[in-house]
């Protein structure tokens, strides 16, 4: 049932389970889903969507389970955030300067048709 609700793989959720951001109880050799593991695992796929690492992601979880609401959440969250944003910038810059390069080289092709 949690692989429908979530739209996920095994691996994939295998995968945060064993990195520590899904917690379920196990009976019988089975994991136990709650509806809070749904929100913890869209959670997950919202940070990851916006380019946070899965360190990043750890990071923002632990804080949460152990500082909820504190000024020092917010502190290393805005952290975290400004770290995210310099690599979407850094990015830009490399995909902005490789567009310039395709503009040119399609320029310059259009002149010698």
Excluded: W
């Excluded at 995210?84 to 002149?111: F, Y």
């Amino acid at each position: 049932m949690f692989l429908i609700k979530t739209r996920s793989t095994r691996d994939t959720v295998r995968f945060y389970i064993e990195q520590g951001l899904l917690t379920p109880s196990k009976k019988a050799g089975k994991y136990n889903f709650t509806d809070q593991s749904v929100d913890d695992y869209q959670e997950i796929i919202a940070l990851k969507q916006m380019g946070l690492s899965i360190s990043a992601i750890k990071a923002i979880k632990k804080m949460h389970d152990e500082g909820c609401g504190t000024s020092e959440q917010r502190q290393q969250n805005t952290i975290i955030i400004s770290e995210a944003l310099d690599n979407v910038a850094t990015e830009l810059a490399v995909l902005n300067d490789r567009k310039k390069r395709l503009i040119a080289m399609k320029e310059q092709l259009e002149k010698t048709m």
